[in-house]
């Protein structure tokens, strides 16, 4: 929607249809996001928004059910026009990702340290042991106690946020440009989940990588985030910096997520919940994806057209027909 002026990543018209002999599911419909050098940008929706769909998309990593459209670039360059080398030279390179579950992105049969030097050696054409020094760097740059102890250490020997620790490590061993982060707190508990949270912000901000990072919880993209993109039913429906979008969301949907949140102050009170439950993605919307869960639904102007993005003002969008501009 909005357009920032050196775009490390550009997304334009992004669509997803997952197709098989029975249905065709609309994943995602239409996304426009960018996102500049050192930036970090929230994708914020409940689950079966497309969210972690788009960031697939954005490294190819969707199985051959999927059919994908749109422009995707990083850093300048057509992920969709990449042939099968120079793609394994942009994963781990250009672009890496943090999975949400790091007992099933790590290799269960090596150690850690085999499994940052492997990273290294692919990308950088290092030595064995210039690998192994750049992989004990690594473990010690996301603070993970007694590091060369555990450069030897198998995934299961890890507790959860060692193991994401380590995830992390394997992610940042190439210095990538833009680092995806699919839910990578969701697996932990709330203290172990701020210390990820503050670390990443801290190595983001060290190494001036762009960040995109999926969540469905405020309070995670409260704390990440420069800019938030909230994603439902495949579209991007509010976009806008983070102070502006959670002080005063334009969208029904945002605001309803936020009443729906439990903050300081609540105890006594009753939250409130957004009606119905989110569209069969198997048809693409014809209108409003939110209209028939929307407290202020205006038949026929919701339902008629999915909406355009509005802006009322400079660096927020929203598609809603009660927007001005």
């Known amino acids: 929607m909005s357009a920032p002026a050196t775009p490390l990543m550009r997304l334009r018209d992004l669509s997803v249809r997952f197709v098989s002999r029975d249905s065709t599911v609309h994943a995602v419909n239409g996304v426009d996001l960018d996102l500049a050098t050192g930036e970090v940008l929230c994708i914020l929706g409940e689950s079966g928004s497309g969210k972690s769909v788009t960031l697939r998309a954005l490294m190819r990593l969707l199985p051959r059910t999927a059919r994908v459209e749109g422009t995707i670039e990083v850093a300048g360059r057509d992920v969709q026009a990449m042939d099968e080398g120079a793609l394994q030279d942009f994963r781990g390179g250009d672009v890496a990702m943090i999975f949400q579950e790091p007992m099933t992105a790590l290799d269960p049969v090596f150690t850690i340290g085999q499994q940052i030097g492997e990273t290294v050696r692919r990308h950088e054409k290092a030595s064995r042991r210039e690998a192994d020094a750049r992989a004990l760097e ?46 990578p707190t969701t697996a932990l508990d709330a203290t172990v989940q701020i210390q990820v949270l503050l670390l990443l912000r801290k190595l983001q901000e060290q190494m001036g990588m762009g960040v995109v990072f999926v969540t469905h919880d405020l309070g995670v993209a409260g704390e990440i985030a420069d800019r938030v993109a909230v994603m439902y039913a495949g579209k991007v429906v509010e976009e806008g910096p983070v102070g502006a979008l959670m002080g005063g969301p334009l969208h029904p949907y945002p605001r309803g997520l936020l009443g729906a949140t439990v903050h300081a102050g609540m105890r ?23 209209a028939p869960r929307c407290p202020e639904v205006e038949e026929p102007a919701c339902t008629a057209a999915v909406p355009a993005p509005r802006s009322p003002v400079p660096g927020r969008a929203a598609r809603c027909i009660h927007v001005p501009g």
């Open 138 to 183: 690594l473990l010690e740059l996301v603070q993970i106690p007694s590091a060369k102890r555990r450069l030897a250490a198998y995934p299961h020997e890890l507790s959860g946020g060692l193991r994401q620790r380590a995830m992390i490590a394997v992610a940042l061993a190439c210095r990538p440009k833009l680092l995806l982060a699919d839910e």
């Open 268 to 290: 006594g009170k009753r939250l409130t919940t957004i009606p119905g439950a989110p569209p069969s993605l198997e048809r693409a919307p014809t209108g409003c994806p939110f």
